[in-house]
T-cell receptor, first 115, second 112 residues
Framework: EAQVTQNPRYLITVTGKKLTVTCSQNMNHEYMSWYRQDPGLGLRQIYYSMNVEVTDKGDVPEGYKVSRKEKRNFPLILESPSPNQTSLYFC??????????????FGPGTRLTVL | AQSVTQPDIHITVSEGASLELRCNYSYGATPYLFWYVQSPGQGLQLLLKYFSGDTLVQGIKGFEAEFKRSQSSFNLRKPSVHWSDAAEYFCAVGIYGNKLVFGAGTILRVKS
């Protein structure tokens, strides 16, 4: 089954404790992206990757890191989480388009709470 | 700058009634447009998309949307709502660089 998987689905942590949220897709997509969803703000892009070893900042990158060492995986790293990073996080992937966005496929989401 | 506006934060409709969710976008070029649905505790699922051609597009679950360039709108419609349609709906515009810009979402409640 074609899918995007994320782990963990739920996470409660404390301020300053490094964490990683994993994302994996099995559709051979070049493009992958991380979003955070907050009430009243919709989804905002954190980081994205056009292909292996190519990553770039989205609209809200502060406090996050990513890496793309393999095509299928795109982990999101919070090196020192803070309470304002409490949110619902989505990973998405798509085939890379030479122009505008293609349909993106979304993971189930990770609900993160930072105390 | 590109943006998407969904004017209605919440909408409540009775089961069996018709539905229209509004979406307006701001983008300098011809847009790619999407509607996604997020059921409680779930990820986002694509309902339909518009790239070019016929301005009335059909999607899954009985939804349709109409692109109106003159109004910069891409409103989502369904003739008869079912209780299972209760969810949050997001309109998005696809811009250069493979990026999606999302609206803030509209939460649909269905009264039985």
């Amino acid at each position: 089954e074609a899918q995007v998987t994320q782990n963990p689905r739920y996470l409660i942590t404390v301020t300053g404790k490094k964490l990683t949220v994993t994302c994996s897709q099995n559709m051979n997509h070049e493009y992958m992206s991380w979003y955070r969803q907050d009430p009243g703000l919709g989804l905002r892009q954190i980081y994205y990757s056009m292909n292996v070893e190519v990553t770039d900042k989205g609209d809200v990158p502060e406090g996050y890191k990513v890496s793309r060492k393999e095509k299928r995986n795109f982990p999101l790293i919070l090196e020192s989480p803070s309470p304002n990073q409490t949110s619902l996080y989505f990973c998405a992937s798509s085939f890379r388009n030479s122009g505008r966005a293609n349909e993106q496929f979304f993971g189930p989401g990770t609900r993160l709470t930072v105390l | 700058a590109q943006s998407v506006t969904q004017p209605d934060i919440h909408i409540t409709v009775s089961e069996g009634a018709s539905l229209e969710l509004r979406c307006n976008y701001s983008y300098g070029a011809t847009p790619y447009l999407f509607w996604y649905v997020q059921s409680p505790g779930q990820g986002l699922q694509l309902l339909l998309k518009y790239f070019s051609g016929d301005t009335l597009v059909q999607g899954i679950k009985g939804f349709e949307a109409e692109f109106k360039r003159s109004q910069s709108s891409f409103n989502l419609r369904k003739p008869s709502v079912h209780w299972s349609d209760a969810a949050e709906y997001f309109c998005a515009v696809g811009i250069y660089g493979n990026k999606l810009v999302f609206g803030a979402g509209t939460i649909l409640r269905v009264k039985s």
